[in-house]
């Protein structure tokens, strides 16, 4: 059985005092929530504030990237070790806009996912076509390469520390979630190919989240498909009582 992850990305919103706030409302309405690994991942700055909030509770901390040496002279950028330092034990990475806007490529991914599984974190990989991809029938092309690329060189035995989130880039802040049917194809072919470039166990074992316009309505179809074992949530993620809806979405 895969444990559930229902994980809310925060992007650039939220300052200290809104965020301690949010992860403070947030956590008695999780409190129950059962076998959901719960995650939020606030910007860098309030990472420590909510660390404190959330110490002790259901709720695990993420960072949304990080850099893939251990320090040095790289102005401006996080490490996986100072991650883990302030609290956080998983670490989003790719996100399609980290690819977009800041020139992340497969290979920058591959080096901030292995650097932060060596930290001890955990990697959410994000993977996903864009609409022009998809309308050339480009799609599971484009998911190939980028699984292949994201987890190129990492050892079998690390695996476990990979989470693998399937965001179409169509689908991300637009409203338009990919329907249930669209979305398990995408991560039955996933799961298939995690299996070719690992072995079939740890596919098996390899939880693949869905994100795209995920919200309260709509994590129900979604979560009953068999390959899709959670949500990564943007905007419906930034209300406490939204998210908790999403969490809960069994009840
Ligand atoms: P969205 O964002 O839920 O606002 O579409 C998802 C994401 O970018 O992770």
Not at 111 to 134: D, N, P, Q
Not at 171 to 186: L, N, V
Not at 207 to 234: F, T, W
């Amino acid at each position: 059985m895969r444990r559930p992850i229902i994980a809310g990305n925060w992007k650039m919103y939220k300052n200290t005092r809104e965020a301690v706030e949010t992860a403070a409302k947030l956590l008695p309405l999780v409190s129950s929530a059962g076998d959901v690994e719960i995650v939020i991942a606030p910007v860098f700055t309030v990472l420590g504030a909510v660390a404190k909030v959330t110490a002790g509770s259901n709720v695990r901390l993420a960072a949304q990237d990080c850099f893939w040496e251990h320090e040095g002279a790289f102005t401006g950028e996080v490490s996986p070790a100072m991650l883990t330092d302030v609290g956080c034990s998983h670490a989003i990475i790719g996100h399609s806009e980290r690819r977009q806007y800041f020139g992340e490529t497969d290979e920058t991914v591959n080096r901030k996912v292995r650097a932060a599984i060596r930290s001890g974190l955990m990697a959410i990989l994000c993977i996903g076509e864009t609409l022009a991809e998809r309308e050339s029938g480009a799609t599971f092309a484009v998911l190939e390469r980028q699984i292949k690329g994201g987890i190129a060189g990492i050892p079998i035995t690390d695996m476990d520390s990979v989470i693998i989130a399937y965001e179409p880039v169509w689908a991300i802040g637009t409203g338009k979630t990919a329907t249930d049917a669209q979305a398990q194809e995408a991560h039955a072919f996933i799961r298939a190919t995690l299996a070719s470039f690992t072995d079939q166990a740890t596919a098996a074992r390899c939880r693949i989240l869905y994100g795209g316009s995920v919200k309260p309505e709509n994590i129900r179809g979604l979560m009953i498909q068999e390959d899709i074992d959670g949500a990564l949530v943007g905007g419906a993620s930034l209300d406490s009582a939204s998210f908790a809806r999403i969490v809960g979405y069994e009840s």
